[in-house]
């Protein structure tokens, strides 16, 4: 039960007064009365009445004094006029007062009481207003959620284009940030710039809410305040819209990271799935990056391989950002540099939440503000590195790491899957390669393959069988070996298949096999006792290999006889250098016997050995000896062999190597011949040759001699006689009688015959041996026999002389002189030449005459042939002074001779004694 409500009675008349007084106590209220005025105002300051029933007449002050009052003190009491006598304009005073009711008397109590209740109810209604409105108010000014009263702001279409906020709560300004007093009143595109263009579709909900009075809620990305915003909108009134909100960016950044830990474990499961199921490695990580970057929205994931050849990493697979700033196979990346390179080289995950703070991030990627490097590993190896980069600062947590890092281990597991998948393969690819390979051994090999049973049951054999035997397949594991056994060979077959038997490993034994034509061909096994009851063997047909071993010993034989009876003599020397045989013919060459040379050293200091020349044959000039070094082949060399009679064998020796595999010496032959008699023979050909030379020599300088002998009478004699008979005619012209005209005449044609004759005996006598030889020496005679030629034939001769002070024995200036002439001969004669070319120098100690003409060329058949006398000359004249001539011809390109004779050593005598 509530305490009563209070009843102030303000009237003058006492029994009235008590009346109601008694009438409301009865009713359960709690009456109060005043008789004056004054006294109820002062009642009212102690107490406040719910009702107050005031008489308008009192004897103090008016009734609508004390309302005034009442009005002031005690706003929510009800008060009722009284009176009786009540004018129209005092009741409406009393009304504009605030006066609940207004009772004339006499009153009818049932209605005064109604009338009280009824003021009751309406103070209590109040109040229950007031509190309502101050909780309301208190709800609104902290409720969490943010509250906006707003008026929609439509054009003449009554299209919605803004709306404005009539009143916003405290939660308003916190969630949003925007101030009360610059919201309250304003139009929304005035409050928050950028909210139409931003949001345009805000303003289609809110008209349709406004509108038509249809509530609905949403979830928003509030782009201008960068939040997220849960919003319930209604409609309060037509054209007005409360929007109710909460902020729940919060919310959505959980709920976020919640979907991104279920998708991190999805993408793991996923990952996990794929790596069990897929051994195609570039595809599996291929998937892997790919589903990383789209799964958690990263701004680039790569994943870098370690090349522990070259040092570097190289970018397997990429998704993102970077895809063409890092491209696959290109990017090296070193191991120790950047991140990933530390992570590699460290073996330890890199996380750094600002790139731009960390010592190890080297690429300047302006994007990338948080990178992840986590290492790949199988053991303690690193095989590569998974690199996450984000365009966000701290984009990474502890559960992100944890993320990448068993995705990590599942590459890992991926790459050694396909490791051991790869290995598996290449070793089914060879197994099965080397069961191709010997299926091909079986079925190509040339020699007889077969798997048989120890009972003589073949089970399978190669196609050889049928190449050697004639028979097919079929026939041949249908007949069993013991059928094809030759009858005298079976029992040493049986042998040693009974050794097979007993655990011999390898049998090797060789038989005779029937042919399909009747024939036998002799065959050579090797078998191998497989398992239980089961061999396998292998045949070689030696038919042929043992008709040659026949024909071997044969022609052993023969090589033997042969070698017994050569009349060279032959000895071969084994790689040691020990001679192991010597035929007879050795023996008798050397004069020993075989067991004197057999088992000797062929360098031993014993061997008593000449050289050509009759000096001793040091070791190393020796036959075998130097073969040995030199590891050739020995021609044609001759040396002496002193024999124990002190006779002197002379032997043309050759040698020739017999080599191993590894190309080593395994013995050398050496044969040689007698040829004591053809040295004698050549000895003495070449002291006839000599003495023939020496005779020529000297005939030729008698020649000379005899030469210039003649010259110089025809020269001196017959040349002094005509020049004194010129001088007689002349003497005898001048004695003449002047008209004696056929005589003088005469005289004239006789003195010009005795010219004539005195020219050409100078001719005869230079043609002989020119004086310009003798009194000016060789070079001035070269050129001046240079000059005649060139007269004499019309073909340009070009001299080049570099010294005129060449001084030479008179036989050396004469040889060269005629060579020089003989030249000139063969230009004219041969060569049809339009131009010669002559060149006479000292060179090192000897005299050069080069002579080379433009000619047709000269043969080297025209400069081997025997008939080729002059050319014969010119050799001789120069060999016998120690000297030589070459002559070379080039078909079309002239011909070249070059003779070349040592200068004697002989002082340069002065001028006074050089006739010139």
């Known amino acids: 039960m509530g305490a009563k409500r209070k009843i102030l009675i303000v009237d003058d008349d006492p029994i009235l007064r008590k009346t109601l007084f008694d009438i409301l106590k009865d009713k359960d209220y709690a009456p109060l009365t005043a008789s004056t005025g004054k006294e109820a105002l002062n009642k009212i300051k102690k107490e406040t009445p719910a009702v107050a029933l005031i008489d308008l007449r009192l004897e103090d002050i008016s009734g609508l004094k004390v309302m005034e009052g009442i009005r002031e003190r005690c706003p929510d009491t009800q008060c009722i006029v009284l009176t009786g006598y009540a004018s129209t304009s005092s009741a409406i005073e009393a009304v504009n007062l605030g006066a609940y009711s207004y009772l004339q008397k006499p009153y009818d109590m049932e209605q005064l009481l109604l009338t009280i209740r009824r003021a009751i109810e309406k103070l209590e209604a109040e109040e229950a207003l007031r509190a309502s409105e101050g909780k309301y108010r208190f709800l609104f000014n902290n409720m969490l959620e943010g509250f906006a009263y707003c008026k929609i702001i439509v054009d003449k279409n009554n299209k919605p284009v803004d709306f404005e906020y009539i009143e916003v709560n405290d939660a308003f300004e916190a969630l949003t940030g925007l101030k009360k007093e610059h919201v309250t009143g304003k139009r929304a595109t005035k409050a928050i710039p950028g909210i139409k263009k931003a949001h345009p579709e805000l303003f289609k909900i809110y008209g349709k809410v406004a509108l038509t009075g249809k509530a609905t809620n949403f979830e928003i990305y509030f782009e201008p305040l960068k939040i997220w915003l ?189 490791r051991l998948y790869k290995q598996a393969q290449q070793e089914i690819t060879e197994r099965k390669k080397a069961e191709e390979e010997l299926e091909d051994i079986f079925n190509l090999s040339p020699d007889m393959v077969a798997v048989c049973t120890t009972e003589g049951k073949f089970l399978k054999v190669n196609p050889s069988w049928e190449k050697v035997l004639g028979y097919t397949t079929k026939m041949v594991l249908d007949l069993g070996w013991a059928k094809l056994v030759h009858p005298d060979d079976v029992e040493r077959t049986n042998k040693e298949v009974e050794k097979q038997l007993k655990g011999s490993s390898v049998a090797n034994f060789a038989n005779r096999f029937k042919c399909k034509d009747g024939s036998y061909k002799s065959l050579e096994w090797q078998a191998t006792y497989a398992k239980e009851g089961i061999v396998h063997a292998t045949a070689r047909d030696i038919t042929e290999r043992k008709e040659a071993e026949e024909a071997l010993r044969k022609s052993e034989n023969r090589l033997k006889g042969l070698f017994e009876t050569m009349a060279e003599g032959v000895v071969l020397i084994d790689a040691d250098g020990q001679i192991v045989q010597a035929n007879p013919a050795a023996t008798r060459i050397a004069g020993l016997r075989r067991s004197e040379i057999e088992g000797g050293a062929y360098d031993s200091p014993e061997w008593n050995l000449l050289r050509p020349d009759g000096t001793k044959m040091p070791q190393k000039e020796m036959a075998g000896p130097r073969t040995m070094k030199e590891k050739r082949p020995i021609k044609d060399l001759v040396m002496g062999v002193e024999k124990p009679d002190g006779n002197i064998s002379w032997i043309n020796i050759n040698t020739s190597l017999l080599k191993k595999e590894n190309d080593q010496i395994d013995c050398i032959i050496l044969t040689f011949a007698d040829m004591t008699k053809r040295k004698k023979a050549e000895e003495e050909i070449r002291s006839s040759r000599e003495q023939l030379r020496n005779l020529a020599a000297h005939l030729q300088s008698a020649r000379e001699e005899e030469r210039k002998l003649i010259a110089r009478e025809i020269h001196d004699e017959l040349g002094q006689t005509l020049t004194a008979l010129k001088m007689d005619l002349f003497w005898l012209a001048k004695r003449m009688p002047k008209d004696q005209r056929p005589f003088h005449e005469k005289t004239k044609s006789m003195s010009k015959l005795i010219d004539k004759t005195i020219q050409r005996i100078k001719k005869i006598s230079a043609a002989l041996r020119p004086g310009l030889l003798d009194y000016l020496g060789l070079p001035a005679a070269i050129e001046w026999e240079g000059e005649e030629f060139q007269n004499r034939t019309g073909i340009k001769c070009e001299m080049n002389i570099d010294s005129e002070d060449i001084i030479m024995e008179q036989d050396h200036s004469t040889a060269i002189f005629r060579i020089f002439q003989e030249t000139l001969t063969n230009a004219v004669r041969h060569s049809n030449a339009t131009r010669v070319k002559v060149s006479l120098k000292e060179k090192a100690g000897k005299l050069e005459l080069r002579v080379r003409d433009n000619g047709k060329g000269i043969t080297e058949k025209q400069v081997s042939d025997p008939k080729s006398f002059g050319l014969i000359g010119m050799r001789e004249r120069a060999l016998f002074l120690g000297g030589k001539v070459k002559i070379r011809g080039v078909q079309d390109k002239g011909t070249t001779i070059i003779a070349t004779i040592p200068i004697p050593k002989k002082e340069k005598p002065d001028d006074k004694n050089t006739h010139r």
């Open 230 to 418: 849960s919003i319930s909108v209604y409609c309060p009134k037509r054209g007005y819209f409360v929007a109710v909100f909460d902020n729940i960016t919060e919310r959505k950044r959980v709920e976020k990271e919640a979907q991104r830990r279920v998708d991190q474990n999805a993408l793991i499961y996923k990952v996990g799935q794929r790596v069990s199921s897929e051994l195609e490695l570039e595809a599996v990580l291929s998937e892997i990056v790919f589903a990383v970057r789209d799964a958690f929205d990263y701004h680039n994931v790569m994943l870098d391989m370690v090349d522990e050849e070259a040092g570097h990493m190289v970018v397997e697979s990429i998704a993102g950002a970077y895809v063409d700033f890092f491209p696959k196979d290109k990017l090296m990346i070193p191991i120790g540099e950047g991140m990933t390179g530390y992570a590699a080289a460290t073996g330890k995950t890199q996380v750094s939440g600002d790139v731009s703070q960390d010592p190890h991030y080297i690429c300047d990627v302006e994007e990338t503000k948080s990178e992840l490097a986590v290492p790949i590993k199988r053991g303690k190896k690193v095989l590569g590195v998974l690199d996450i980069q984000s365009d966000k600062l701290e984009a990474f947590d502890e559960i992100d790491i944890n993320t990448i890092e068993t995705l990590s281990t599942q590459i890992a597991i991926a790459i050694e899957n396909a």
